[in-house]
């Protein structure tokens, strides 16, 4: 399984011969990144904020995509969705391995959604708080989930992101088993070690 961050909460993902767009963000909507041009057989937004909801920037194939989506809802905040709504993590089941987006969650899962999500392949995860969960509440997410592998999202790291977020480093700061890769790429195997995995934008 093949995955490509374009900045904040964008992720590419490939598996099978399909490829899955999450959370493309319109022209202007982040600072620090470029506009969004992709082309993919499927996209999924979680919520229908600007910075997460530009599916018309995603050229869809039209061969349509036969990969399994579990859809669970949630809140974009900790008040039942009253500040901002709903949102929509999604659980990707690809080559034997499951994925988990869990957009602009902002609140611990529910019992049930954590069962759901417990020992996910891979697990993409905001960290910066403010308008998500912060870099505390999202370290005991992924520890409650188990994921093998934790890739953190939506956070601020120099000209990127939003000035009222957190930094990467307060959620890394956190963790004992971090990895930074000098390339937006992942690929995720059967026997990818245990790791956070730190990606770069747009290399």
């Given amino acids: 399984m093949k995955l490509i961050w374009h900045g904040h909460s964008c992720f590419q993902v490939e598996a099978e011969g399909y490829s899955v767009v999450f959370d493309p963000y319109s022209d202007g909507s982040v600072p620090g990144l470029a506009p969004l041009r992709l082309t993919a057989d499927a996209v999924f ?3 229908g904020h600007g910075d997460h909801n530009a599916a018309d920037l995603v050229t869809l194939t039209g061969r349509g995509c036969p990969l ?25 089941h690809g080559e034997g391995m499951r994925l988990a987006h869990l957009g602009d969650l902002g609140h611990m899962p529910s019992k049930k959604a954590l069962l759901s999500l417990g020992g996910v392949d891979c697990l993409l995860i905001p960290v910066g708080g ?17 994921a093998r592998v934790v890739i953190p999202m939506h956070y601020r790291l120099g000209g ?5 977020i957190g930094t990467l480093d307060a959620y890394t700061g956190l963790c004992t088993d971090v990895r930074t890769y000098d ?12 790791q ?3 990606l770069t934008y747009g290399k």
């Fill in 130 to 146: 403010h308008f998500t969960i912060d870099a505390k509440t999202a370290k005991a997410v992924a520890d409650a989930i188990g």
């Fill in 68 to 92: 399994r989506i579990e859809e669970i809802s949630s809140f974009h905040d900790d008040k039942m969705g009253l500040l901002r709504g709903k949102n929509t993590i999604r659980i990707l």
């Fill in 160 to 164: 990127m992101g939003y000035d009222v």
């Fill in 183 to 194: 390339s937006d790429t992942f690929i995720l195997g059967a026997d990818t070690p245990a």
């Fill in 45 to 47: 937004c979680s919520h």
């Fill in 196 to 198: 956070t995995a730190v």
